[in-house]
């Protein structure tokens, strides 16, 4: 029988976010490594060089910014608006990875870190709050504490606000363990408080403590082909509870803050974030409207998405999750981190605001640690006008489906689920039963590259492309190597097997290098 694929078609939702082609003459404008903010940045052979030259520079509707892929910056940006006669883009040019803008600061040096005795190690100062840090790119992360006194374990850090140092606990010097030392600083990676009418295609953000994009005021922004990953816990501000004062961390991938309408986040990899992959959520009164998050590829996230809006004079109106694959809340650094571990892929918490037309559809949500859903109900304003709907769930037996206010509902009874709560008509709930990986075999000259991708079967006649979640292994990296992302490059003649390992399953398929 053959299985059904899902979203491999582009979905077309009603007009949100759209920006207007533009009427007015654009003008292109380059960032590289190499270039110089002396020059004009009109043409790829006279770039500029830094974000603080984009940032100052006042662009006109219908621009474009292109950051030269494989290079790397450590500012935030804060973007110009455009208009409704065209948008301003923030996008990319050249060949290789996307380009990397980054929210930390580099501390890979011996001499980085100065030796306090007792396993006790200090780097600094540092402008803002240090929220995280980040070793050989999430191989391993720093775990926050609240008090010097406390660091007692590897890797656990500690950041004196008074001096503006951070203090590790480490059995040798951190520049010794890792070869790369990132230490996330509490701000957005791009702030865009109070913009418009702007694009961002094909960028890279990562290791900001912060939101990675963040602001609230925000309308007609489209975030495109972007990756964001190990984003937030910074410390955000201490709230004081029946438990005690508690820390509370930033730490969202997108989110849009109050009074945001007409935005669209598509075709976005979000992995590794302290809260939620994708947000929009706001307090006082504010309109939170036409908001689409489509196509979207979120993993080990807290929550892969958030949405709450309060008081009850604030109102909510055409806000669709649809199409998007969610896998594995809270298997993310964050989750052993947070006070309350939650792991839920959709986090409804309590929601005041008048509240139509909210689609959540057509998803597949893989696995949480918690449970794919929780709604604060006694407090949801417009619950019913919450439509869930196509969805396919993976969740296993033995844990919770979802929170529906005080009760649960366990992953091993789907229908009473629906039929009580009336949501999640047309959906259904599947068990994975295989891997299956393609090309079955490929075949590559020296130096070329090719693509591996995973296809994880389950039940129901369902596939997905779990590309992006499997692990990759090859059996000579002396002939071919594979990457996290499945990319394959030839190096040496001979044969090799790669190994593509999901759910504990593995599949294989063999390389051959030609001369």
Known sequence: MQKHHLFTAVVIAPLLAMCWTSFLPAADYYVSNSGSDDHPGTCPAQPWKTISRVNGFDFSPGDAIHFEKGGTWREQLVPHSGSEEGCVAYTSYGAGSKPLLLGSVEKNGPDDWTDEGQNIWSAGPFAHDVGNIIFNN???????????????????????????????????NPAALYDDVECALTRHIISQGGKSHVVYDDLHLAYGAAHGIGGGDTHHVTVRNCDLCFIGGGHQYTAETPRGPRPVRYGNGIEFWSSAHDNLVENCRVWDIYDAGLTNQGSGTNSQENICYRNNRVWNCEYSFEYWNRPNTSATRNIRFENNVCFNAGAGWSHSQRPWPAGVHLMLFSNQAETQDFFIRNNVFHKAENSFMNVHTGDWNGLENLVLEGNVHCQPADKVLAWWGEKSYPASDFEAYQRETGKDAGSKRVVFEGLAVSPGEMTLAAGETGKIKATGEYSQDTAVDVTDFASYASSDDEVATVDAAGVVKGLHPGTAVLSVTFEETTATAPVTVRR
């Open 138 to 172: 999430g191989q391993a992360c720093g775990i926050k504490s609240w008090a010097k006194a406390d660091l007692d374990r590897q890797n656990e850090f500690w950041y004196d606000l008074e001096n503006k140092v951070i203090a590790i606990y480490s059995d040798r």
